[in-house]
Nanobody
Framework: HVFLDESGGGSVQAGGSLTLSCVAS?????IAWFRQAPGKDREGVAC?????????YYADNVKGRFTISHEHAKNTVYLQMNSLTPDDTAMYFC?????????????????WGPGTQVTVSS
């Protein structure tokens, strides 16, 4: 089993920035960030392949604003979030898997962190 632990959430004003961190206790092939707002489905935000040259994937609604990166020495994945809007308010989760497939399919991830809350005020 791989344990994941997120940190870095908080409250910011619109236009602000936050950086989330996800520390993994073991090796995975992919680590992704998902988010879930109250009353909405969990949606994929970004993903990085930790074994295939750090290939990255983004949801259309965060492209150009969010950047996912991987620090191999610390087995930590970061999500740099800029130009935040109230629509980005959600609980953010990191997830890991050792399979291939649609990066944005939450059901394909085996390992999940407990989540960190991001709140963006207007």
């Amino acid at each position: 089993h791989v344990f994941l632990d997120e940190s870095g959430g908080g409250s910011v004003q619109a236009g602000g920035s936050l950086t989330l961190s996800c520390v993994a206790s073991g090796a995975t092939w992919y680590i992704a960030w998902f988010r879930q707002a109250p009353g909405k489905d969990r949606e994929g935000v970004a993903c990085i392949s930790t074994t295939l040259g750090d290939r990255t994937y983004y949801a259309d609604n965060v492209k150009g604003r969010f950047t996912i990166s991987h620090e191999h020495a610390k087995n930590t994945v970061y999500l740099q979030m800029n130009s935040l809007t109230p629509d980005d308010t959600a609980m953010y989760f990191c997830a890991g898997r050792r399979t291939v497939g649609d990066w944005s399919a939450a059901s394909s991830y085996n390992y999940w962190g407990p989540g960190t809350q991001v709140t963006v005020s207007s």
